[in-house]
């Protein structure tokens, strides 16, 4: 897989911008530069580079954009409004597909009526979350099953696609309807091999290591998150949304079956974050806790200054795999095919912000409930 450009759509925004800097750090090209405003592409451009203003919903130019790539990166969003169309396109172009989101609605839709194309590689999930965190743990433990606790979240300024998309995961009436698919359920849990609602409650005011200060937590089972206890066959998965912020914590929850447009609670949602990070230096972090029969459980923490950074670092690993032929022909979430190893170890060469770790826990610990 040596000809053709690499396209990168949404390359001028928050995730795109470094794709194309890492791409370029490691000579992978040419790139396509795809995006609405071309003064924002012309920006970024150097020479070599080939720039096409795109708009997504624009059939004709999102053909003109795909065709001659050997590969589309979708960075742009939301996602859930996005869907399959991208994807669709660059088959019938004869490019192969990575979406830094694409979870499961695509998947759904793609999977329906797969493209025709002999061949063609579609990765989806190909970010941090979606995407990388669901490779942690098949790095702390090549055997499955276990009870499985991850925490994530930080304090960051969202915008853009990435807030949009956090609105239309709360929200999915507001979202392109997929057969009614379900996106996920705040309490609830993975227990005993089946979804048990209202299984666990939020807290406040409390201490977790890797995370600065007291933070509240949310417990929230999602649509990806169940896939991963599957895959994984976990007895229990709980996961909880960390926020050291209290005001985006109290708009989302705000936002649930609230009424109103989706530009207006974009909004609402980009001024609260940008009201909790005031004064704070930004983080995200992800912590894994994986407790085996006859094993000693394991504790793994990615911690990022930019979980933006991290997701396009993430899309560079899987995009350097797809285009090694790692990846074989057909429909993937990245985290199905990718080596979890590899990737990690990718993820940290190409973003100087992002600390991983792993480390076995002592019994104390967990009987203390410190992590």
Same mark, same amino acid.
């Given at each position: 897989m040596t000809s053709g450009a690499i396209g990168i759509l949404g390359a001028s925004g928050q995730v795109g911008h470094h794709v194309v800097g890492w791409l370029r750090r490691d000579e992978v090209g040419p790139v396509r530069l795809g995006g609405r405003r071309r003064s924002s592409l012309e920006a970024l451009q150097q020479p070599g580079d080939d720039v096409r +203003?795109?708009?997504?919903? /624009? /059939?004709?130019?999102?053909?003109?954009?795909? %065709?001659?790539? %050997?590969?589309? @990166?979708?960075?742009a969003g939301p996602s859930y409004q996005v869907l399959d169309r991208v994807a669709r396109v660059a088959a019938a172009e004869g490019a192969h597909y990575l979406d830094v989101s694409g979870d499961g609605p695509a998947?759904?839709?793609?999977q329906k009526c797969m493209p025709a194309s002999r061949g063609w590689v579609a990765l989806l999930s190909a970010g941090m979350l979606p995407g990388l965190a669901n490779l942690v743990p098949a790095w702390l433990s090549d055997q499955p099953g276990g009870a499985l606790t991850v925490y994530s979240g930080g304090v960051e300024r969202l915008a853009g696609a990435a807030s949009a998309d956090l609105v239309l995961s709360l929200r999915p009436q507001a979202a392109v309807a997929v057969d009614s698919y379900w996106y996920g359920e705040a309490g609830a849990s993975w227990e005993l091999g089946r979804r048990r609602s209202r299984s666990l409650v939020a807290q406040e005011n409390v201490q977790l290591d890797f995370f600065p200060g007291t933070v509240a937590m949310l417990p929230y089972l999602s649509a990806d998150a169940e896939r991963l206890a599957m895959r994984r066959k976990l007895t229990t998965l709980r996961w909880f949304n960390v926020f050291s912020g209290q005001r985006l914590r109290e708009t989302l929850i705000g936002l649930r079956g609230r009424s109103g447009t989706l530009s207006e609670a974009v909004r609402d949602v980009e001024r609260a974050s940008e009201l909790d990070?005031?004064?704070? %230096? +930004?983080?995200?972090?992800?912590?894994? @806790?994986?407790? #085996? +029969? #006859? #094993?000693?459980? %394991?504790?793994?923490?990615? @911690?990022? /200054?930019?979980s933006l950074a991290l997701t396009a670092a993430t899309a560079v690993a899987a995009l350097r795999a797809l285009l090694r032929g790692e990846i074989p022909p057909g429909l993937h979430f990245a985290d199905d095919v990718l080596s979890p190893q590899r990737t990690l170890d990718e993820v940290v060469r190409l973003h100087a912000g992002t600390r991983i770790s792993r480390h076995i826990l002592e019994r104390a610990e967990l009987e203390e409930g410190t992590l």
């Amino acid at each position: 897989m040596t000809s053709g450009a690499i396209g990168i759509l949404g390359a001028s925004g928050q995730v795109g911008h470094h794709v194309v800097g890492w791409l370029r750090r490691d000579e992978v090209g040419p790139v396509r530069l795809g995006g609405r405003r071309r003064s924002s592409l012309e920006a970024l451009q150097q020479p070599g580079d080939d720039v096409r +203003p795109v708009d997504l919903n /624009d /059939d004709l130019a999102l053909t003109e954009f795909c %065709r001659g790539c %050997r590969v589309v @990166v979708n960075c742009a969003g939301p996602s859930y409004q996005v869907l399959d169309r991208v994807a669709r396109v660059a088959a019938a172009e004869g490019a192969h597909y990575l979406d830094v989101s694409g979870d499961g609605p695509a998947h759904a839709l793609l999977q329906k009526c797969m493209p025709a194309s002999r061949g063609w590689v579609a990765l989806l999930s190909a970010g941090m979350l979606p995407g990388l965190a669901n490779l942690v743990p098949a790095w702390l433990s090549d055997q499955p099953g276990g009870a499985l606790t991850v925490y994530s979240g930080g304090v960051e300024r969202l915008a853009g696609a990435a807030s949009a998309d956090l609105v239309l995961s709360l929200r999915p009436q507001a979202a392109v309807a997929v057969d009614s698919y379900w996106y996920g359920e705040a309490g609830a849990s993975w227990e005993l091999g089946r979804r048990r609602s209202r299984s666990l409650v939020a807290q406040e005011n409390v201490q977790l290591d890797f995370f600065p200060g007291t933070v509240a937590m949310l417990p929230y089972l999602s649509a990806d998150a169940e896939r991963l206890a599957m895959r994984r066959k976990l007895t229990t998965l709980r996961w909880f949304n960390v926020f050291s912020g209290q005001r985006l914590r109290e708009t989302l929850i705000g936002l649930r079956g609230r009424s109103g447009t989706l530009s207006e609670a974009v909004r609402d949602v980009e001024r609260a974050s940008e009201l909790d990070v005031l004064g704070i %230096r +930004p983080y995200y972090a992800m912590v894994f @806790v994986l407790e #085996q +029969p #006859q #094993q000693p459980a %394991r504790r793994a923490a990615i @911690v990022t /200054d930019s979980s933006l950074a991290l997701t396009a670092a993430t899309a560079v690993a899987a995009l350097r795999a797809l285009l090694r032929g790692e990846i074989p022909p057909g429909l993937h979430f990245a985290d199905d095919v990718l080596s979890p190893q590899r990737t990690l170890d990718e993820v940290v060469r190409l973003h100087a912000g992002t600390r991983i770790s792993r480390h076995i826990l002592e019994r104390a610990e967990l009987e203390e409930g410190t992590l």
